[in-house]
């Protein structure tokens, strides 16, 4: 089975706070995601990659940044946390774009910027 | 525009009721998948199901169904004799040659089956 663990269920941090949110797959995909799910507005991608180093924006990635710096591992980094970053995180990974495959999902982290 | 659209947001119904979940999608592409997502009260979204744009053949797994429909633009998912375990948020999504390596979500249809 694939397994994405998320190194946090919960986390609370204060208004300017670096935020590292982890991430870990073990069925070498090559793709990784990160999404943001607030209520009504479903899943928004904030950035993905689709190789080591390599990093595309999604739909949100203002005051976002990401690493990859080895394939199993994809971090989302807040730079300095506000309020409105408070939010569900979900990361995903999924095998290469040719495969159509589903994306399989971590259990999330649940972030509250204080 | 919304790629896929959920136009229900909240849906309760009475256990061992059916309950049909819509999903409305938008794409120029002859070739694309759609999936269907749960999202149980734990927060992990777990796999249902993934049709590709060639396969109109309606699925039917235990209790699910998934009825495709092309000339609609539709991907409904039903669920028979619905249980308590079945309370979940419940997201349908698409992959075109535009989205790459993206899925688009639709913002998600919340089941409540009250017992």
């Known amino acids: 089975d694939v397994k994405v663990t998320q190194s946090s269920r919960y986390l609370v941090k204060r208004t300017g706070e670096k935020v590292f949110l982890e991430c870990v797959q073990d069925?070498?995909?090559?793709?990784m995601f990160w999404y943001r799910q607030d209520p009504g507005l479903g899943l928004r991608l904030i950035y993905f990659?689709?190789?080591?180093?390599?990093?595309e924006k999604g739909d949100i990635p203002e005051g976002y940044s990401v690493s990859r710096e080895k394939k199993e591992r994809f971090s989302l980094i807040l730079e300095s946390a506000s309020t409105n970053q408070t939010s569900m995180y979900l990361c995903?990974?999924?095998?290469?774009?040719?495969?159509?495959?589903?994306?399989?999902f971590g259990p999330g982290t649940r972030l509250l910027v204080l | 525009a919304q790629k896929v659209t959920q136009a229900q947001t909240e849906i309760s119904v009475v256990e061992k009721e059916d309950v049909t979940l819509d999903c409305v999608y938008e794409?120029?592409?002859?070739?694309?998948?759609l999936f269907w997502y749960k999202q149980p009260p734990s927060g992990e979204l777990v796999f249902l199901i993934r049709?590709?744009?060639?396969?109109?053949q309606n699925e039917i797994s235990g209790r699910y169904s998934w009825n495709f429909q092309k000339s609609t633009s539709s991907f409904n998912f039903t669920i028979t004799a619905s249980q308590v375990v079945d309370s979940a948020v419940y997201f349908c999504?698409?992959?075109?040659?535009?989205?790459?390596?993206?899925?688009?979500f639709g913002t998600g249809t919340s089941l409540t089956v009250i017992p």
């Open positions: 069925m070498d995909h090559e793709n």
């Open positions: 999504a698409l992959s075109d040659s535009n989205t790459g390596n993206q899925f688009y």
């Open positions: 995903a990974s999924g095998p290469s774009w040719t495969r159509r495959e589903t994306q399989y």
């Open positions: 794409t120029r592409d002859t070739t694309y998948y």
């Open positions: 049709r590709n744009s060639f396969d109109e």
């Open positions: 990659s689709y190789d080591v180093k390599m990093k």
